[in-house]
C-alpha cells in the first residue's frame, strides 16, 4: 500500500513538535524541490538546524578547459540565495561536504568517513533531533549515496539522531515499511522562488547542461517524509 496524505503525521505534532532538523540533500536544487516546505516551516518555528549539500554540483554541465571552479561557485551562491528565500535572511549558510558529484564515495573509503564524522559533529554542535535525507531507493546515485551517509551518521550518533527520508526523483515507500510525516503548507510562490534562485538548472546561464524539466517545476504545497519502522 502506497502511503498517502490521509496516513501522514504532522510534523507541528507530537512526538515532532519542536524536534530539531538538519537537511542533506545531494545537490543544490535537491532541497527546494525535495524539502522547501519543511525548510520554510522549520526555520518559521526556530527548529531549522541547517542545510548541508553532499557533492559540488559540478556534474550538470561540461567542465569547460578541465576547470570545475566557476561552475562550483556559482552553484553555491545560487543554493545559499535559495536557502535565504525558504528560511529567511538570518539562517546559516549551508555548509558543503564537497563530494564530486556523480562520484559518490561508498562506506569504509576515507571521504566517506571523513564525512560521517563531520557530519556527526554537526549534529552534535547544533542538537539536530532529525536528519532529513533523500531515500535510499532513489535512482540517481548521489541521493542513494546520501540516504548511505545518514545512516552512518545515525550509527555514529549511536540511534540519538532520526532519520526522515524524502523524494526527489524516486517513489514513494509503502505504509508496510514506513511511518509518513507532512509539513504544513508553503507560502503560494515561495517554493518557486527558491527554484528560481537555481538559474544554472534553469536555464541557459551557464551554457548547455541539465534543465530541469518542467513538470518538476511544478510543486505541491506541502512535503511528505518517511520514517522507517523498525
Not at 516551516?41 to 549539500?53: E, N
Not at 562550483?72 to 561536504?97: D, N, Q, V, W, Y
Not at 532520526?162 to 517513489?171: D, F, H, L, P, S
Amino acid at each position: 500500500m502506497v502511503i498517502r496524505r490521509q496516513n501522514a503525521q504532522s510534523i507541528a505534532a507530537r512526538p515532532w513538535k519542536g524536534r530539531r532538523w538538519l537537511v542533506l540533500a545531494p545537490h543544490p536544487d535537491d532541497e527546494t524541490l525535495g524539502v522547501g516546505a519543511l525548510i520554510a516551516q522549520t526555520a518559521a518555528a526556530g527548529c531549522f538546524a541547517g542545510l548541508v549539500y553532499l557533492t559540488d554540483g559540478s556534474g550538470s554541465h561540461p567542465i569547460q578547459n578541465g576547470r570545475a571552479g566557476r561552475l562550483i561557485s556559482m552553484r553555491k551562491r545560487e543554493a545559499a540565495r535559495a536557502l535565504r528565500r525558504l528560511a529567511g535572511r538570518r539562517c546559516s549558510a549551508p555548509f558543503f561536504l564537497g563530494w564530486r558529484d556523480a562520484v559518490p564515495a561508498k562506506a569504509g573509503d576515507a571521504a566517506f568517513d571523513q564525512s560521517c564524522r563531520k557530519l556527526a559533529a554537526l549534529c552534535l554542535r547544533l542538537r539536530v533531533d532529525v536528519l532529513a535525507t533523500t531515500a535510499a531507493t532513489e535512482p540517481h546515485c548521489d541521493h542513494a549515496a546520501a540516504a548511505n551517509l545518514a545512516s552512518a551518521v545515525q550509527s555514529h550518533c549511536r540511534g540519538r539522531v532520526k532519520i526522515a527520508e524524502y523524494i526527489v526523483w524516486g517513489t514513494a515507500p509503502t505504509i508496510r515499511s514506513h511511518h509518513t510525516l507532512i509539513s504544513a503548507p508553503i507560502l503560494p510562490g515561495l517554493r518557486r522562488k527558491a527554484l528560481a534562485a537555481h538559474r544554472s538548472q534553469l536555464t541557459a546561464a551557464f551554457g548547455a547542461g541539465f534543465r530541469l524539466s518542467k513538470d518538476k517545476q511544478s510543486m505541491t504545497t506541502r512535503d511528505l517524509l518517511y520514517v522507517r519502522k523498525r
